[in-house]
C-alpha cells in the first residue's frame, strides 16, 4: 500500500514538472515571436526612417533650389520694378513734354488765327479805303486836276488835301458857299465809309497874321484851328458821327512845300481831312 502510494506521488510530481516546463518552453516560443516581430517592425521603422532622411534632404535641396530661384525672381522683380520706375519716369516726361508740346502748338494756332483774323480785317480795310479812294479820285477829278485837292493813300492812311482858297477867302475861317459845296461831295462819300477815323487838319503857310485879322487870329495857329474847326463842324452837321470827328491846328509848322515862293505857299494853306483806322 505504501509503495502504491509513493508510485502516484512521483507520478504527480512528474507531471507537475512537465507541466512547467511546457508552459515555460511557451512564454518563451512567444516571446522570441515577438522579438521577432519587433525586430521586423524596427527594420521597417530603420527602412522608413532613412527614406524620410532620403526625403528631407531632397525636400532640403528643393528648398534651397526655391529659395535660389526665389532670390534670382526677386532680383528680377527689383530690376523689373527699377526698369519700370524708369519706364515710367521717363513716359511721364514724355508725356508732358508732349502736354507742352500741344499746348504750345495749341497757342500758335490760336495766335495764327487771331493773325489771319487780324489780316482778314485789315485787308477788308484796305479793299474799303481803297474803294474809297477810288471813288474820291472818280469824284473830285476836276478840282485835282487843276491841282486843288490832292489824294494819297499810304500805309492804311487817306489823305484829302484841300487848298485854302476853295474852301475860305483870304484869312476867313468861315467855309464859304463854294467850298461848301466840294465838302458836300466829298461828305457824301465819306458817310459810306466804316471803321474810321476822321482827323480834320488845319494848315497854313508862314506869313504872319497883320492887320486887323490879328484881333481875331493873333497866329496862324488860331486860322488853323478855326478853320478845321468849322470844316469839322460841317462833316457833323451833314450826318458823320462826331465820335469819330477831331480837329486839329498845325499852324505852319507842317509845310509840304517851300514857303519862300508864292505856290509852296498856296500849298501849304491847306484842310488835310485824313482818314485812319479805328484802334
Given at each position: 500500500m505504501k509503495k502504491h502510494l509513493s508510485f502516484w506521488t512521483c507520478l504527480f510530481v512528474a507531471a507537475v514538472l512537465c507541466s512547467g516546463c511546457l508552459v515555460a518552453e511557451s512564454k518563451y516560443l512567444t516571446k522570441v515571436s515577438e522579438a521577432d516581430r519587433l525586430g521586423q517592425e524596427l527594420a521597417a521603422l530603420d527602412a522608413k526612417y532613412k527614406d524620410l532622411q532620403t526625403e528631407n534632404a531632397d525636400l532640403k535641396n528643393r528648398i534651397d533650389a526655391l529659395s535660389g530661384n526665389l532670390k534670382t525672381v526677386t532680383g528680377q522683380k527689383n530690376e523689373l520694378e527699377t526698369l519700370l520706375d524708369a519706364k515710367s519716369d521717363d513716359l511721364s516726361k514724355t508725356v508732358a513734354a508732349s502736354r507742352k508740346k500741344v499746348a504750345d502748338l495749341e497757342a500758335d494756332n490760336t495766335k495764327l488765327r487771331e493773325q489771319v483774323a487780324d489780316l482778314k480785317k485789315k485787308s477788308q480795310e484796305?479793299?474799303?479805303?481803297?474803294?474809297?479812294?477810288?471813288?474820291?479820285?472818280?469824284?473830285?477829278?476836276?478840282?485835282?486836276?487843276?491841282?486843288?485837292?490832292?489824294?494819297t493813300e499810304l500805309k492804311g492812311k487817306l489823305t484829302v488835301d484841300v487848298v485854302d482858297k476853295i474852301l475860305f477867302a483870304s484869312g476867313q475861317a468861315k467855309v464859304k458857299k463854294e467850298g461848301l459845296a466840294v465838302l458836300k461831295r466829298v461828305v457824301d462819300i465819306l458817310k459810306t465809309v466804316e471803321d474810321k477815323n476822321i482827323r480834320i487838319e488845319g494848315h497854313t503857310d508862314n506869313v504872319p497874321i497883320t492887320s486887323r485879322l490879328a484881333k481875331f487870329y493873333p497866329t496862324n495857329w488860331e486860322l488853323s484851328a478855326a478853320r478845321a474847326i468849322n470844316v469839322t463842324r460841317y462833316l457833323q452837321e451833314q450826318g458823320i458821327d462826331p465820335v469819330i470827328l477831331s480837329a486839329t491846328a498845325y499852324g505852319e509848322y507842317q509845310p509840304v512845300a517851300d514857303n519862300e515862293t508864292p505856290e509852296g505857299r498856296a500849298k501849304n494853306r491847306r484842310i488835310a481831312i485824313i482818314l485812319t483806322p479805328r484802334d
Open positions: 484796305v479793299e474799303a479805303q481803297s474803294k474809297t479812294y477810288q471813288d474820291l479820285l472818280q469824284e473830285m477829278k476836276a478840282e485835282i486836276a487843276q491841282g486843288e485837292i490832292t489824294i
